[in-house]
């Protein structure tokens, strides 16, 4: 069973490295997160669940989506490329 407390933790790191390396020196281990932004993440999971990723909450695949389709005009699968006729 995939642990999601850990998943979530792993994906909230992943997301925060690129904008943390702006702010904050690297620690022995090459990260750029601390003890208090894992217990950061800990309490968002608590208290938000795991779909909430942080103050700007768009997850990385929504990023990507959000960059390839117009903003606020999202396709789904079932939807036109074009105009039907």
Not at 24 to 43: A, E, T
């Amino acid at each position: 069973m995939l642990n999601k407390l850990g998943h979530y933790i792993y994906k909230r790191i992943c997301k925060d490295q690129q904008k943390l390396r702006l702010e904050r020196p690297q620690n022995m281990y090459g990260l750029f997160v601390q003890p208090k932004d894992i217990q950061r993440y800990i309490n968002n999971y608590m208290d938000y669940g795991i779909d909430y990723m942080g103050e700007d909450n768009m997850s990385s695949e929504d990023f990507i989506e959000y960059q390839i389709n117009e903003p606020g005009a999202e396709h789904y699968w079932d939807e036109a490329d074009g105009k039907e006729e």
